[in-house]
């Protein structure tokens, strides 16, 4: 069985600073190859026909990381959103962001929430950048929006269900991702997307991020188009032997 292209792609962008220590430079090096190539990829999902990109560029772990480099991290942010605006305006792509913002320097809020407003029209595709965000974390802030609710007596708990509760995430109105893209090699989740991910297609590349190309985003389409999507029924298999 074949499918389309992803509508809803996500990346857990890893290798950075590996890809920086093999050719013996500074992790701050890395970042800012990172950064290239997120111009690079945001281009190709958007001619790709990708409507929905989410970028894991800091984890609310990564506040455990040296004040150096996380301060670094988000220079390189404010300059990747002055830079890239034109771009954002040139392909009609609407950035929005995911995460605890409220923890982010005053000057990265700033920034984002002046490019948010500038692209808030645009629908060509949307660009969520996943900043000190965590999926537990995003989870334990819902569950306090319903649990607010209950307590003035606007909401039953009999009425939580799954889609209420989806309804208390920081993107509600996003369609889940169909595809997971994780660079560097590294087989698991580290806390992104982890209620929205449920049924998601998972790709693994070896490749460090800042060599993550179009070719390599080509790559991961084809293999999801081999992909077969269950949700849990039987296999097309299965239901052809059936008759
Ligand atoms: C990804 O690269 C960027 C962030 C997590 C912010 P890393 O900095 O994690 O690079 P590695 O994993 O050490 O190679
Ligand atoms: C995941 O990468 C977070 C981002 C890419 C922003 P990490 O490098 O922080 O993840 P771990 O520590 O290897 O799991
Ligand atoms: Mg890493």
């Known amino acids: ?78 300059e990747f959103l002055v830079r890239e605006t034109p771009t954002l305006h040139k392909q009609a792509i609407r950035l929005r962001a995911i995460g605890r913002l409220e923890t982010l320097p005053e000057s990265t809020r700033a920034c984002l929430a002046r490019v948010g407003a500038e692209t808030a029209a645009y629908t060509h595709m949307t660009l969520v950048l996943a900043l000190s965000y965590g999926g537990r974390q995003e989870l334990v802030d819902a569950a306090r929006r319903l649990a607010e609710e209950v307590r003035q007596g606007r909401l039953r708990p009999e009425a939580i269900d799954e889609t209420r509760l989806a309804q208390a995430l920081y993107a509600p109105d996003l369609p889940d991702p169909d595809l997971l893209i994780r660079t560097s090699g590294e087989q698991r989740l580290s806390n992104f997307l982890l209620w929205q991910s449920s049924y998601t297609e998972l790709y693994i590349t070896p490749t460090y991020w800042p060599e993550f190309t179009k070719a390599s985003l080509e790559d991961a389409l084809a293999a999801y188009r081999q992909r077969e999507r269950r949700f849990g029924r039987a296999s097309a298999l299965a239901r052809a032997s059936r008759g």
């Open 1 to 78: 069985m074949t499918h389309d292209t992803p509508r809803h792609i996500a990346i857990i962008m890893d290798g950075n600073g590996r890809w920086a220590s093999a050719r013996g430079l500074p992790r701050l090096v890395g970042h800012r190859a990172g950064a290239d190539a997120v111009r690079r990829i945001v281009e190709a999902a958007c001619e790709l026909g990708v409507k929905v990109l989410t970028l894991y560029a800091f984890s609310w772990e990564n506040w455990d990381r040296p004040a150096g480099e996380i301060r670094d991290l988000m220079d390189l942010l404010e």
